[in-house]
Every structure is written in structure tokens, then in C-alpha cells.
T-cell receptor, first 110, second 112 residues
Framework: GQNIDQPTEMTATEGAIVQINCTYQ??????LFWYQQHAGEAPTFLSY????GLEEKGRFSSFLSRSKGYSYLLLKELQMKDSASYLC???????????FGTGTKLQVIP | DGGITQSPKYLFRKEGQNVTLSCEQN?????MYWYRQDPGQGLRLIYY???????QKGDIAEGYSVSREKKESFPLTVTSAQKNPTAFYLC???????????FGPGTRLTVT
């Protein structure tokens, strides 16, 4: 089976940096996604990591360690609009099955 | 405009009735997915399809059925066998499955 763990909630201050962790256990790992989901809306794509290392995209960066089954999403210069849930998702198997974690609800406060 | 559409946005049904949720995409994507999301929960995979006329059960397929007769369409039927059908249903598509998924706006189903 597959298991994905993320913290349930986090709070951070506007302008600060926050790191959201994701650990996973899966067989046939292909890659790891991060999505952002505002309340009542559909998720939107943030990043996709296949190889180990850090990928930076503007204020958002994502890191992957395949050997440790670990990823994190780093958000810099936090803005109020970053308040949302952040979903970690793993693809695995020959049929590219996608499994989502339960998500981390981030609240950005002034 | 290319995209993925779901209709309707809100749907109400009586217990014991089957209901079909629509999902259409004009992105020419091969892979399509159905997820269910309950309050405060992540997305749980119901069914997915990599190509036309082929689909696979996800983690919570019981009480649901799908078809993939056309590349652009992947309707989901919530049957009366689904014990807790009230939820937010999201459809998604991707080019071949390894890439990012594009999500539709979702259908919020309420069964009373």
C-alpha cells in the first residue's frame, strides 16, 4: 500500500518563510507533486519532482529525497493569498496511479 | 479555450437514486481521474483511465461506476450502493499520467 504524511495545519506570518513537509512510503515510486487548493476550489499545480534535489519556481521551491521518502515545499515572502491547503501527491506503478496526502492547511497571519 | 468542465456545480439527490456526474475535457489528454474530497480531507482516488475504453479502480471504487467511450469524456455514476455519497467530486486529466493534473471546478453532491 501507500502512505503519505503531512502536518494537518500550520500558521505563518506574512513576509516570512514556511516549510511544509511530506513523507511517503510507496512501491514503484515515479514522482511527487505539490498542489495548492483554496477553500471550495479545485487544486492547482505547483511543482513536480522526479529526481532528488531542489527545484525553484519563483517564491515556491520543492525538494525531494527519494532515498528518504521525503519532500518539502518552501514558500518564501508569504502573502495573505497563500492561505490555502497544500497537497502532496505521489505517482507510482505502471499505470501512473496518483495518491494524495490529506493536505496541510496553511494560515498566513498579518 | 482549452480546459476541463464539470457539471453541474451543485447537485441534490434523494437517497436510493443513481446520479451521473459529467466530466469533459478538450485538452486532448489521454488520462482522466475522479476524486472525492470530504471536509478537511485530502483527495481520494475513485477511478482513473489512461486510454479510451480502459479504466482502473482507485482506492474507493465501491458504489461508483465509470465509462470512457470517448477520449474527452469520463462520466462518473454514483450508485445507490455508495453508503456516504455526499461529498465534493473532482475530475482531472493529464497528458499521459506522469504529468501535472488539470482539475475541473468540481461538483458538490448532496444526498438526503
Amino acid at each position: 500500500g501507500q502512505n503519505i504524511d503531512q502536518p494537518t495545519e500550520m500558521t505563518a506570518t506574512e513576509g516570512a518563510i514556511v516549510q511544509i513537509n511530506c513523507t511517503y512510503q510507496t512501491s514503484g515510486f515515479n514522482g511527487l507533486f505539490w498542489y495548492q487548493q483554496h477553500a471550495g476550489e479545485a487544486p492547482t499545480f505547483l511543482s513536480y519532482n522526479v529526481l532528488d534535489g531542489l527545484e525553484e519556481k519563483g517564491r515556491f521551491s520543492s525538494f525531494l529525497s527519494r532515498s528518504k521518502g521525503y519532500s518539502y515545499l518552501l514558500l518564501k515572502e508569504l502573502q495573505m493569498k497563500d492561505s490555502a491547503s497544500y497537497l502532496c501527491a505521489v505517482t507510482s506503478g505502471g499505470y501512473q496511479k496518483v495518491t494524495f496526502g490529506t493536505g496541510t492547511k496553511l494560515q498566513v497571519i498579518p | 479555450d482549452g480546459g476541463i468542465t464539470q457539471s453541474p456545480k451543485y447537485l441534490f439527490r434523494k437517497e436510493g437514486q443513481n446520479v451521473t456526474l459529467s466530466c469533459e475535457q478538450n485538452l486532448n489528454h489521454d488520462a482522466m481521474y475522479w476524486y472525492r474530497q470530504d471536509p478537511g480531507q485530502g483527495l481520494r482516488l475513485i477511478y482513473y483511465s489512461q486510454i479510451v475504453n480502459d479504466f482502473q479502480k482507485g482506492d474507493i471504487a465501491e458504489g461508483y461506476s465509470v465509462s470512457r467511450e470517448k477520449k474527452e469524456s469520463f462520466p462518473l455514476t454514483v450508485t445507490s450502493a455508495q453508503k456516504n455519497p455526499t461529498a465534493f467530486y473532482l475530475c482531472a486529466s493529464s497528458i499521459q499520467g506522469f504529468e501535472e493534473q488539470y482539475f475541473g471546478p468540481g461538483t458538490r453532491l448532496t444526498v438526503t
